[in-house]
């Protein structure tokens, strides 16, 4: 794990001071919840709000589970208010921890609540210092986990700590609906199957996110294409007559990868989880299912293998998945 603590750190770390207070006047200026908080001790939350930019899904999960970590080891009540472009409850329940938030529990009030803002911080140093009076409004994108556990390990016994995975599958289990979908695609593939995933951004100009721009050239998207697809070729040829689950970030490469003997996509379109505000979906409820049908879908395979060039993004959604079940994991650059 990074273990870098600077003095550029330490200024992020000040300037995430200052955001606290801005953010949580802001978020109480427009609240209606601002009554006290009926629990007995301060609760801390995941806050996925849409109030601050928050990343990706795997971002997001990261510092949920983080939280989650924390709680663990200090006994303290965790929830999660996940309302940000959708509510977490439509796609993933609850399994061994309930962290949905009950009626009452929730506040906005400053005088009741404290926001910590710990969105580019790699480090748990400010949570593990962190003395709550107050309710606890967290919004991390990072994995704090190892530097939990390396903090609690020296106060604790033999026992190994939690993994990210474990963690994460004590919080979340799939509900109804996506649980039907991954036994329809699984029964779809047939068996067995690997995994390779690929990250374009907006290279090819169909997935929107941030300011990103395409490559705009059609010849340069050609030749990104076909070399993308002679990864799969030559990685099939590797794993002989096993199915190959392909999943991307681009609906371009993914209508030409189907087209490759042995190959399994998951159809559908994807939008980034922060880019909701400027390119709404449609059909919101089922471009969002699908990146949790991606993603779970990952986490089962035999093995994961991340595929790009060197100017395409080294996504972290393939390592988290793959972290989920602790499965192999293998980067590939071409």
Same mark, same amino acid.
């Given at each position: 794990?990074?273990?870098?603590?600077?003095?550029?750190?330490?200024?992020?770390?000040?300037?995430?001071?200052?955001?606290?207070?801005?953010?949580?006047?802001?978020?109480?200026?427009?609240?209606?919840?601002?009554?006290?908080?009926?629990?007995?001790?301060?609760?801390?939350?995941?806050?996925?709000?849409?109030?601050?930019?928050?990343?990706?899904?795997?971002?997001?999960?990261?510092?949920?589970?983080?939280?989650?970590?924390?709680?663990?080891?200090?006994?303290?009540?965790?929830?999660?208010?996940?309302?940000?472009?959708?509510?977490?409850?439509?796609?993933?329940?609850?399994?061994?921890?309930?962290?949905?938030?009950?009626?009452?529990?929730?506040?906005?009030?400053?005088?009741?609540?404290?926001?910590?803002?710990?969105?580019?911080?790699?480090?748990?140093?400010?949570?593990?210092?962190?003395?709550?009076? /107050?309710?606890?409004?967290?919004?991390?994108?990072?994995?704090?986990? +190892?530097? =939990?556990? $390396?903090?609690? @390990? #020296?106060? &604790?016994?033999?026992?190994?700590?939690?993994?990210?995975?474990?963690?994460?599958?004590?919080?979340?289990?799939?509900?109804?609906?996506?649980?039907?979908?991954?036994?329809?695609?699984?029964?779809?593939?047939?068996?067995?199957?690997?995994?390779?995933?690929?990250?374009?951004?907006?290279?090819?100009?169909?997935?929107?996110?941030?300011?990103?721009?395409?490559?705009?050239? /059609?010849?340069?998207?050609?030749?990104?294409?076909?070399?993308?697809? +002679?990864? =799969?070729? $030559?990685?099939? @040829? #590797?794993? &002989?007559?096993?199915?190959?689950?392909?999943?991307?970030?681009?609906?371009?490469?993914?209508?030409?990868?189907?087209?490759?003997?042995?190959?399994?996509?998951?159809?559908?379109?994807?939008?980034?989880?922060?880019?909701?505000?400027?390119?709404?979906?449609?059909?919101?409820?089922?471009?969002?299912?699908?990146?949790?049908?991606?993603?779970?879908?990952?986490?089962?395979?035999?093995?994961?293998?991340?595929?790009?060039?060197?100017?395409?993004?080294?996504?972290?959604?393939?390592?988290? @998945?793959?972290?989920?079940?602790?499965?192999?994991?293998?980067?590939?650059?071409?």
């Amino acid at each position: 794990m990074a273990t870098y603590y600077g003095k550029k750190y330490k200024m992020l770390e000040t300037r995430h001071l200052f955001k606290e207070l801005l953010l949580s006047a802001k978020i109480a200026l427009k609240s209606k919840e601002t009554g006290k908080p009926n629990t007995k001790q301060p609760v801390y939350i995941a806050m996925i709000d849409g109030e601050t930019f928050h990343g990706g899904m795997c971002d997001r999960f990261k510092g949920i589970v983080s939280l989650y970590a924390y709680c663990k080891y200090t006994g303290n009540p965790f929830r999660i208010r996940y309302t940000y472009p959708f509510r977490l409850e439509d796609y993933l329940q609850p399994a061994a921890y309930d962290w949905t938030l009950k009626q009452g529990e929730y506040t906005d009030n400053p005088l009741y609540s404290r926001v910590l803002y710990m969105r580019g911080e790699h480090l748990a140093t400010r949570l593990l210092g962190f003395k709550a009076k /107050k309710q606890v409004h967290f919004y991390s994108n990072r994995d704090m986990v +190892d530097h =939990i556990n $390396e903090t609690y @390990a #020296k106060e &604790g016994g033999k026992a190994a700590p939690p993994s990210w995975g474990e963690l994460y599958c004590e919080l979340f289990k799939p509900g109804k609906v996506l649980q039907e979908r991954i036994d329809a695609t699984k029964k779809g593939i047939g068996g067995n199957y690997y995994a390779a995933v690929f990250r374009f951004q907006n290279l090819l100009g169909d997935f929107h996110e941030y300011h990103y721009k395409a490559l705009g050239d /059609k010849e340069k998207e050609e030749e990104l294409i076909n070399r993308c697809l +002679d990864a =799969i070729k $030559e990685l099939m @040829a #590797k794993h &002989g007559n096993t199915p190959l689950l392909v999943t991307a970030d681009s609906t371009t490469f993914l209508k030409r990868a189907a087209q490759i003997d042995g190959v399994h996509i998951i159809p559908g379109k994807l939008i980034h989880m922060d880019g909701q505000k400027h390119h709404a979906p449609k059909d919101q409820y089922e471009v969002y299912l699908k990146s949790f049908l991606d993603f779970y879908m990952l986490s089962e395979a035999q093995k994961i293998y991340r595929i790009g060039t060197p100017q395409m993004y080294k996504s972290q959604f393939p390592v988290y @998945a793959a972290k989920m079940h602790n499965i192999p994991f293998e980067s590939i650059t071409i």
